[in-house]
């Protein structure tokens, strides 16, 4: 967000004239609204003051920095926010006990009365991405993403985020997503089926040849989706609690990707980019209203380590036979040590439920689809034991492992199931077991046509 300016001024045609006349009349601008006035914070005592200079002052010494001159912002948990007049300038949080935190990333913004209590918050701001606004108390900052080209307004005798198409306001404890931005598009999906490998993945008419035939002409299940409105406000939740629990490291983008809505659980995965150089992926599901975490990945920045590991919605069938659809959720995890491995799971009957891959075959049993399983390409990755070496590719081989029930995916396995028979698992009572052979040979027949068309 940058410094607050006036609206851009705009001049509008009065109309032409009669040809007479030897210039066009030009009416002046509209007013610019004001802008909300800035509030100032207590000013610290003198003995708070020289307490926060000498905190700085040896923090900047330890890191080999020369002194400067300190404007203490607001009193914030227990301590102060404090800009240190450097070039750009520093913005700290000096605890009254504890070690002091830099702000890496941040700059002061205004300071404001935003929620009109009488007691004004200072706010942070990470250009284009976050903006922070310090409301009193622990758990009540409130968090605006996607901040580049907004401004504060002042309308109504209230303070407001927006721009003049539109404005909102800002209440403790949320996290908001500017609605003016443009947020970065998403990055493309990994292919639909990872039982290929990054290094051997079919082009996109081969993936879509793979669907097809493992339909076998028959129809997918409908996949239910939360409303427009309830997505928003589930969005908004979980936004909230995940930017609080990051707090101080910061996001630069968030993007929200739903799986299928079934037995009235909804999964949704949501992929972040942290301003720490990081990225994150959590698995929530909502139930009744009520957003609740199920599992989370972090990862340095793509490409910087060994190591990466993420949370996506894969496909979907109905593999209980109650008509719509359930989402596979797919755990990848990359190590240069190890290749790519994966592991997957779908919610049926209330629990996570182990799947041998995301190859869903149509309607096997009745109305129940089935999961494909590919003994020749998908290998259970083996666990090594850690100890100490001196060895680097050793340690690396070890730090860098997936966790158990993690396969590697290297093809979709051969197409010629009249002499390798495939397996295929089905949901039964609680569990995926493998189907009798008379169904699997029913499929066999029904893809005959189209297994033969596929590339080798």
Not at 17 to 32: E, H, K, R, V, W
Not at 164 to 178: I, R
Not at 252 to 262: E, V
Not at 354 to 374: I, M, N, Y
Request: charged share 20%.
């Amino acid at each position: 967000m940058p410094t607050p300016s006036a609206p851009h001024a705009t001049t509008r045609d009065a109309g032409v004239l009669a040809p007479s006349d030897a210039a066009l009349a030009i009416a002046p601008p509209p007013p610019a609204p004001p802008l909300p006035p800035q509030a100032a914070c207590t000013a610290p005592t003198a003995a708070e003051r020289t307490r926060i200079e000498t905190a700085i002052h040896a923090q900047r010494k330890i890191n080999n920095e020369d002194d400067a001159a300190i404007r203490p912002v607001c009193a914030e948990r227990a301590g102060w926010l404090v800009e240190v007049a450097t070039e750009p300038p520093q913005a700290w949080l000096v605890p009254a006990h504890g070690y002091l935190i830099r702000l890496e990333g941040w700059t002061f913004g205004p300071v404001y009365d935003v929620d009109g209590d009488g007691h004004p918050e200072a706010t942070t701001i990470a250009e284009g991405s976050e903006l922070k606004i310090w409301f009193d108390g622990p758990g009540r900052a409130s968090y605006v993403l996607n901040t580049d080209g907004t401004r504060w307004l002042a309308r109504g005798g209230k303070v407001l985020v927006g721009s003049d198409a539109s404005a909102f306001e800002v209440t403790p404890g949320k996290a908001y997503l500017n609605p003016d931005t443009s947020a970065p598009a998403p990055p493309p999906k990994a292919a639909a089926y990872s039982c290929t490998s990054d290094t051997n993945t079919p082009d996109a008419q081969q993936v879509d040849a793979i669907a097809h035939m493992l339909a076998h002409g028959r129809a997918s299940a409908p996949c239910g989706q939360l409303s427009a409105a309830d997505k928003t406000t589930q969005e908004s939740a979980i936004a909230t609690a995940l930017i609080t629990r990051i707090d101080l490291d910061g996001v630069i983008r968030i993007r929200f990707d739903w799986g299928c809505t079934s037995h009235g659980e909804a999964p949704v995965v949501v992929a972040y980019d942290s301003m720490r150089d990081n990225t994150g992926a959590e698995l929530w599901s909502v139930h009744d209203g009520k957003a609740s975490a199920m599992d989370r990945e972090t990862s340095s920045a793509p490409g910087e380590y060994s190591s990466e590991d993420s949370i996506t919605i894969g496909p979907s069938g109905d593999f209980d036979g109650d008509g719509a659809a359930e989402s596979i959720i797919e755990h990848m995890h990359h190590a240069k040590a190890h290749g790519t491995t994966y592991a997957y799971g779908v919610m049926v009957g209330g629990a996570m439920r182990a799947l041998p891959s995301d190859l869903v075959v149509r309607a096997v049993v009745g109305d129940r689809d089935g999961v494909l399983r590919t003994p020749s390409s998908e290998k259970p990755h083996v666990i090594t034991p850690c100890h100490d070496s001196d060895d680097p590719n050793t340690r690396l081989d070890c730090g860098f492992q997936p966790p158990a029930g993690y396969v590697k995916a290297d093809s979709c396995g051969p197409w010629d199931w009249d002499k390798h028979a495939p397996q295929i698992v089905a949901f039964g009572t609680s569990s995926f077991a493998p189907v009798a052979s008379a169904a699997v040979s029913t499929i066999v027949a029904a893809t005959k046509a189209e297994r033969a068309a596929l590339k080798p």
